[in-house]
């Protein structure tokens, strides 16, 4: 069977398409202060991390860090209001529908990703810009205590603070990242498709139909 037999044809109901649907809908909105569309903020991180040579589901959780805020009942907006809306978290559960841990476990890190750099890399807080400083504080502030362990014990904290830098850096309104459907055949080479179970005949029974 050819490659293309074991994989199903995307259609409108696929995550790819679904993901794209965001992209050109409330990825137009503005991305909670910053002077960049919230589509355009995960375009660019994606770049970042394609041309660090990132590998494709690192590349795939860039892209696809903050849709949380798009699925989620409580809103980026929320954020900005004083809620934390945990969009890293509600993110990943959603991709996990589809895509694996890593692609999922970087973009659920990502926030605490933030938070654990402001923790223990001196200037860093110093390079974020004033919303997400203020996000910090909702966020719970640079991490304390055990969590830094917690969160160093992840095999994804290394994914996840790479992510972190390029979600920092990516809010450049003269930036020109790849549309959407430059990252189209890479998501669709992740997303995992059940797998079509075979309907088998139960074995005959020797004793019966004689």
Request: glycine share 8%.
């Amino acid at each position: 069977m050819s490659s293309a037999e074991e994989q199903p044809r995307l259609t409108s109901a696929d995550p790819v398409e679904r993901i794209a649907g965001l992209f050109a809908t409330q990825g137009a909105d503005e991305y909670l202060g910053e002077p960049v569309t919230q589509a355009a903020h995960m375009l660019q991180a994606a770049h970042r991390a394609e041309l660090d040579g990132a590998d494709g589901a690192l590349v795939a959780a860039a892209l696809l860090h903050d849709v949380g805020h798009f699925t989620g009942t409580v809103s980026g907006q929320d954020l900005m209001r004083g809620t934390d809306n945990r969009h890293s978290h509600t993110g990943a559960d959603w991709l996990a529908q589809w895509f694996g841990p890593e692609v999922t476990e970087p973009v659920r890190l990502h926030v605490a990703a933030k938070r654990y750099l402001c923790a223990v890399e001196p200037g860093y807080a110093d390079t974020l810009s004033p919303a997400s400083v203020y996000t910090l504080g909702v966020q719970g502030g640079p991490m304390r205590g055990s969590e830094l362990a917690e969160f160093t014990a992840s095999p994804y904290a290394q994914a996840a603070c790479r992510l972190r830098r390029w979600d920092d850096a990516a809010k450049d309104p003269a930036a020109r990242p790849p549309p959407f459907d430059h990252f189209r055949e890479l998501l669709a080479g992740l997303v995992r498709y059940p797998r079509r179970r075979l309907t088998r005949l139960p074995p005959a029974d020797p004793a019966r139909g004689r």
